[in-house]
Structure formats: C-alpha cells, structure tokens
C-alpha cells in the first residue's frame, strides 16, 4: 500500500512560489538501505533505480505500482541516465566502470579505465547532445565494502571525466574532492557538479561540448551534503541534500525547498510530461506531481 505524506514547500524566494504540486508526497518504496540512480523510461512507463549495499537494481512499474528487482547482484550501480537513443547508462561503483544496456539487453562497458589505470567507483553521469558521456569519480565505492569493493585507490584523486563518442577518455576536471551529482543547462553551455565533501554545487562553462572553464561556486549547503541535480524547464536548479530538495534560481539564490522525511540522494522528472517527480532517499522512493516540468534533459 503506497504511504502518503504531506507536501512541504518551504518558500525563501518569492520566486519559489509558483511552484508547488500535489498535497501529498507519495512513498512508492521503502525497503532499501540507500536508494540512488533515478532513472524515468518514457517508452516502459517505469522507474528504474538503485538500491547501492543490498547491490541491485529495481524497476517501479507507473501502470501497476508494482515494485520489482530489475538486476540483482547489480554491480553495486548508482547514478545513472537515459540517453537520447532510450538506453540505461549506468555507473557501477563495484566494477569501476561506466556501462551501457542496448536495446537487445546486452551490456556495453563504455569505460573503465583512464591512461590504463582503473577508476575509483564512478558515481552519476549525463549525455551531451554530441554524444559524450560525462561522469564523476569519487571513492566511495572503494572507501569500503558498504556501497562496493573496499579497494587501494590506482588514481591520483577523485575527478570528472568525459567519454567522447570515440569512446577515448579524457579528464575535463581534476581540483575536487569528492565530484558527484552532475547537470547541463538546457542549452549545455553549463555544467553543474557537486562536491559532496566541500558541500557545494559549481559552475563550469563548457566549450565545444567537450572542456570546461570557469567552476566558480554557484551555492553552497545549509544541510548537509549536496547530491543528485537536475535542472527544470524554466532553468531553476535541483539538488538532493539532507532535509529535501534544495531549489536553486540559475543565479545561485536558493529560491526553496521540498522537505522530505529521509536525507535526500538523487531525484528525476518523468512521467508523460516530467512533471512527475521521483525521489531517492535512504531506504525510501517518493513520487510527487508538481506544476512545473522537468528540462528535456538530462533524464
């Protein structure tokens, strides 16, 4: 039976105001110990996302409610996205690699390696329209045998990478501490990233879709670390952190917050119209419908 909480909108920009949705927060799933990796599938109707120290994979069924284990042992996967052609991309935090699922269910391995030694545990990705694939690399998922494989570290530190559509990598960032949740603007001339440890969000212009400059911070956290990010229609910035969703003006203003029970890992638009929107957090995935539509990408 689907549990539901009422919605908090916390207003502190006036801003924020137009946005609201439903009365109530929906929790689709509570059984897992840390949920990440929203992904929304259009075409299936579905939710796809990760449940990391139980290592698999689970799929909510939009049509039925229905909740069931999509890949199990998952490679302890975390973040993830669809990209343009409906394929899952995922980080595998136990294999150290970034991986493809095709059409016919075969399993692509994008990257594992960067100058022939093996990533820490890639965390979240997004597609640029070119094709590349953009990640981050902390260690969590060799920091111990929780969310992974506790293993030695063979890089020389915790960066952002990107595969070109050549399947070459290339380091795009390397002055982070912990890189994790990652967004483009609409028009992918900027690139959001978090630092967990440093707990702030930064803003990175992208040239030619392919390097960065700048990486100023954008917005710092009030609580906790920053997470997941996604971006809506109108521009407004995302973050999962550890009262809710923190929403950001493309200024850096925190306009706002969805206050959730649990601390917040990731979050995605889907539905018909990504206005649909899922929520990771510790053990729980919530649902709620809001008056404002995700961007068209990333998904």
């Known amino acids: 039976m689907v549990e539901k909480i009422r919605a908090r909108f916390e207003v502190l920009d006036e801003r924020f105001r137009p946005v609201s949705g439903d009365a109530w927060m929906e929790r689709i799933f509570d059984a897992g110990r840390w949920t990440e990796g929203p992904a929304y599938v259009p075409a299936g109707r579905y939710l796809v996302f990760s449940d990391i120290p139980n290592d698999r994979v689970l799929r909510w069924d939009e049509t039925t409610g229905a909740v069931g284990v999509l890949r199990e042992p998952a490679d302890y996967a975390n973040g993830r996205t669809l990209d343009r052609q409906g394929r899952l991309v995922s ?31 890639p965390n979240d990705v997004v597609e640029h329209s070119d094709g590349g694939i953009w990640f981050t690399d902390p260690s969590y998922g060799i920091d111990s045998d929780y969310e992974g494989i506790r293993a030695t570290a063979e890089l020389d530190g915790c960066h952002v990478y990107r595969i070109d559509p050549r399947g070459a990598v290339h380091r795009v960032a390397d002055d982070f501490d912990r890189p994790n949740g990652l967004a483009f603007s609409a028009d992918e001339s900027t690139l959001y990233i978090g630092d967990s440890r440093r707990r702030h969000i930064r803003k990175f212009a992208v040239a030619d879709g392919a390097t960065l400059a700048g990486g100023e911070v954008f917005a710092a956290g009030d609580a906790g670390t920053f997470d997941g990010l996604r971006l809506d229609a109108e521009g407004r910035i995302w973050a999962a952190a550890h009262d809710g969703l923190h929403c950001f003006a493309p200024d850096g203003t925190l306009l706002g917050k969805l206050q959730v029970p649990e601390i917040t890992s990731n979050l995605v638009f889907g539905g018909a119209r990504r206005n649909h929107l899922f929520i990771t957090a510790t053990t729980s995935v919530y649902a709620i419908r809001l008056n404002v539509n995700g961007a068209a990408y990333p998904a």
Do not use: I, M
């Not at 136990?94 to 545990?121: C, I, M, P, Q, W």
């Open 91 to 121: 980080c595998e935090q136990g294999t150290r690699r970034v991986t493809r699922v095709e059409h016919d269910g075969s399993l692509t391995v994008l990257a594992d390696r960067y100058r022939g030694k093996r990533f820490n545990s």
